[in-house]
């Protein structure tokens, strides 16, 4: 790979990115405005009824955000004339069609014929979404995307954004490859994109035919949805829409210089635009807050495994560096993005800062008292998880019976409501099991390759880092994500 400098790449380059309001799309935003500020255009995609509803989205959930804060310094009252200066707001939807839900016809023909570089960074990230919802925007959504790609006349990069976690619950080191149409882990024979939505399709007909109720229908498309990925290997709806959505990239990319990026498990910002920055309670932050808050008392999983993990800023770096590297050339490049290999960390260590942080600097509570935490107890299989769930359910029951009879109608609804809250604990401990037990560490050769290649040709890595080997995780978590989650993600 020959490429220089990535700053001067950016200048006068007209850029589409879509979900421009997700958490990764606003990193990225912020990143190129600073650091190129002579970037010729950013058309961002985001879901709006219409122009308006759209710049009042923008405003709400991003440029209102303490992360442009150092923009914000840089331009002060000038802020917003520079942004829409450079930024064009579309109002659309990428699991429509070909055409990503963009009614103005002439705005279409005006993107088809200035784009340079198209980020696909749209997605649903609920492992638990509705399928007609997931598939739509995951897997059609990744194919509408690269199908409008195709059209735009001056292209010279396309960056789709999946995840390493389609590789399911594979064990050992799982390599950066490509995964062919039709392809299942489990060798299972027939999957087939246009057959799953024929699928959804009947499905949703036969519920509404038979007059199902909004919720009901709404329960059954997400075991539609789950089953389908279990029934081809895949752990959950999410992480099989983002495969299928790989599949048809691959298939239709034709001779497109096309790059895949599969970050594992995103974290708060390294050092840009500032350290700890975070939005939305991210996977693994969801322990964190449940332990901080007093209400973490039992851990499920291997303390042993690998828990990957690696900070957006490094994320959004590596699909600058790539999007440079493969400028002009066709090509199907797949990086992993992320730790396992290079600076591996242990949910051990996890327990430990977590322990570590709360115990030094606990958190208020609403009656202004801080929470004490303590040691967490450990179950190390699905098996003493269900024993111990079961052992606080009969103690629950036992303290009814001392209960006075005149009450029964009311814990009649405790009881209904109890089973409710065990079965939505056991459906979520069942989607995050794969990964509270991964035996598996991503292969990052082709993204180590592209670092080398970045430093060969003089690429400014000090402005486009994203080589985990560099982060000291102590200090990371300790003085970086754990602070920038209490701030940014604790309410």
Sequence with gaps: MEFGSGIQFLQDKTILVTGATGFLAKIFLEKILRMQPKVKKIYLLLRAADAKAAS????????????????????????NSFISARTVLVAGDISVGDDLGIGDSNLREKMWNELDVV??????????????????????????????????????????????????????????TAYQMGESLNGVKGL????????????LAELEAKGAAVEEIKEAIKDLGLDRAKFYGWPNTYVFTKAMGEMLVGQLKEDMPVVVIRPT?????????????????????SLAVAYGKGRLTCFLGDLNAIVDVIPADMVVNSMIVAMVAHANQPSYAIYQVGSSVRNPVKYSDLKDFGFRYFTKKPWIGKDGKAVRVGKVKVLSNMASFRRYMALRYLLFLKGL????????????????????KIKSVMRLVELYRPYLFFRGVFDDMNTEK????????????????????????DDYFMNIHMPGAVKHVFK
Aim: aromatic share 12%; glycine share 6%; hydrophobic share 40%.
């Design 450 to 473: 592209l670092r080398m290649a970045a430093r060969e040709n003089g690429m400014e890595n000090e402005v486009f880092y994203f080589d985990p080997k560099c982060i000291n995780w």
């Design 265 to 285: 498990i995103i974290t708060s910002t390294y050092r840009e635009p500032f350290p700890g920055w975070i939005e939305g309670v991210r996977t693994i932050d």
């Design 401 to 420: 019976e001392f209960a006075n009879t005149a009450f029964c109608h009311y814990f009649d609804g405790v009881y209904s409501d109890l089973n409710r």
């Design 192 to 203: 087939d994109v246009a057959e799953e939505k024929r699928l959804i399709e009947a499905t």
């Design 56 to 79: 009042l989205r923008f405003q709400n959930e991003a440029i209102g955000k303490d992360l442009f804060r150092l923009l914000k310094e840089r331009f002060g009252a000038n802020l």
């Design 119 to 176: 980020v696909n960074l749209a997605a649903t990230t609920n492992f638990d979404e509705r399928y007609d919802v997931a598939l739509g925007i995951n897997t059609l959504g990744a194919k509408h995307v690269l199908c409008f790609a195709k059209k735009c006349v001056k292209l010279k990069s396309f960056v789709h954004v999946s995840t390493a976690y389609v590789a399911g619950e594979k064990a050992g080191l799982i390599l950066e």
